[in-house]
């Protein structure tokens, strides 16, 4: 009789507490020192699935598109930089969006870098000719791609697709993921100016990082889950 005195009281405050307590433990949760990826400094990149991100962007709550293109920290400085990237996708067939209009959803990706889920910071599309370019892009379909810096390494993580035209809500074409890869790989290995500044990229195929298949890809589309790691060189 004297235990169950005893006890009364605390099995009471325990139940009044019991609606706050996700709250509590979620707010010791945050205090908890955090995982992120470690810089590799041999490669210019950290793996975001070591911080707790992932390979995948978020285009829903079931699916997301590859990030299967990253120009690696150790690549020139310059492209390193927002306005740097920009000029580079210029040199190698890629601008602004036209009139620089966003059209579409707003991309998200875990990077693993303590950021948590960031919106993309730029998307670039094929230019067809020099002055829009882009637009016709948007009319007639081709290749584009969102692009995500990691903290820490200043790698670019790039979800590069090729799409329908306008009239088919841009859905990405069948095999898209690799096909807008690999163009963009082949004009990176071409070399490529712009307003007097040369780059030549050399690339190494990374297997591991991406499940194969199209298990939580956006369309339902398969990629061979190979990561080009880009790195680019000032000429």
Known sequence: MLSFLLITPLLASLASAWPTLPKLLDQFAHRLPQQHAEPDNATGWADPRDGGGRMLDWVSRRYGEPLNVI??????PRILSLSGLHKYANSIGYAEECL??????????H?????????????ARQTY????GTCWESVVGGHHWRAW??????AWFLSVSQEMDGTKNHRIVPNGYNL????FVERALEGSTWKGMW?????????????P??????????QDGLIAIVTVHRL
Do not use: C, M
């Open 129 to 132: 000719f020099p002055i829009f």
């Open 149 to 154: 810096q990691q903290n820490g390494t200043k």
């Open 213 to 222: 298949g199209h298990r939580g890809i956006n369309h339902n589309i398969s």
């Open 71 to 76: 120009i690696s920290g150790r690549s020139d």
């Open 111 to 123: 990077l693993g870098d303590d950021q948590g889920w960031q919106d993309e910071q730029f998307l």
């Open 180 to 183: 807008g890869r690999d163009w």
């Open 199 to 211: 780059w030549q990229a050399e690339v190494e195929w990374q297997p591991g990082l991406l499940e």
């Open 100 to 109: 620089g209009l966003h059209y579409g959803r707003i991309h998200k990706a």
